[in-house]
């Protein structure tokens, strides 16, 4: 169904349909360059919800995939959304996380909404999870409009703008990521980022900004923080309720990530109690091992 306004386009799944500018997310509306038209599927999040727009690397690192998913599944019960651009690597590490804590996920990508063009392809399945969870996606270009190279600039202004911070995962310093943290800046929105490795070209970009002024992020606290939201207090236990006394060991040593043969050191049993003892973590899925 094609209309002048209202819902103009429909899928088996959901509706398309074109947001009156009153309907906008208050916060876009009041950046100088607002979009003429917004086009949604699904439903936007409550207006008292802070929104946290998440950016990094397509090319997103084993660090930059730990770091989001620690960073995002700590914000879990807070009311708080994950904006992102449906992008391979960091974007779709984002939503995901997001969708795996419960929090509502809203979706830029840039191409338009129908599903014949939603860009890149391979999220397709990403983007119905999104929909499915209560979350949206969100385009000011036409329904049947095909990405190009020059559209997605455009639309990380629409994630800046709709935000009340954007966090920096990971980013070389050129790149579309620093784009959306140099509108943020404009839009007078917080910039934070995560520190990195010295030696990787994708920890250049956050160390960049945060010469810059940049709120370097060491956990969800500091989200928390420039976002407005108090932390909720909680029990904290020095290890989790059902470890054995040998497996409490590994998880207090292991809150810094060590070498495989400094954990076996440390740990003081025989090579063949700690193989079986690691195995039996990383088979319950409390411990991973990458790179040694």
Request: net charge negative.
């Amino acid at each position: 169904i094609w209309r002048g306004s209202g819902i103009i386009h429909h899928t088996m799944s959901d509706t398309i349909q074109q947001l009156q500018p009153s309907e906008f997310p208050p916060l876009l509306r009041e950046i100088a360059d607002p979009p003429e038209r917004l086009y949604i599927r699904g439903a936007l999040p409550p207006t008292e919800y802070k929104c946290l727009c998440v950016v990094g690397s397509r090319k997103a690192t084993a660090y930059g995939r730990d770091v989001c998913n620690e960073l995002i599944s700590g914000l879990s019960g807070y009311p708080i959304v994950i904006v992102s651009g449906l992008a391979l690597g960091t974007d779709a590490a984002a939503h995901e996380t997001a969708l795996d804590a419960g929090l509502s996920v809203l979706a830029v990508p840039g191409s338009g909404l129908s599903e014949d063009v939603l860009y890149p392809r391979t999220n397709l399945g990403l983007a119905r999870r999104i929909l499915e969870s209560g979350g949206a996606l969100l385009s000011e270009f036409p329904p049947d409009y095909r990405a190009r190279p020059e559209s997605f600039p455009q639309r990380n202004r629409i994630m800046a703008g709709l935000s009340h911070a954007v966090l920096v995962i990971e980013a070389e310093v050129r790149s579309g990521t620093l784009i959306t943290a140099r509108l943020a800046t404009e839009y007078n929105r917080d910039v934070l980022t995560v520190p990195g490795s010295i030696f990787s070209s994708h920890s250049s970009g956050p160390h960049m900004l945060m010469r810059l002024g940049a709120v370097p992020v060491r956990g969800k606290e500091d989200i928390l923080e420039a976002l407005g939201i108090e932390t909720k207090q909680q029990e904290t236990s020095a290890t989790p309720q059902g470890f054995s006394a040998e497996e409490g060991v590994v998880w207090e040593i292991l809150k810094t990530p060590v070498p495989r043969d400094v954990l076996m050191t440390q740990l003081n049993l025989s090579a063949h109690k700690a193989n079986v003892l690691l195995g039996a973590m990383e088979l319950k899925g409390l411990i991973v091992e990458r790179m040694g």
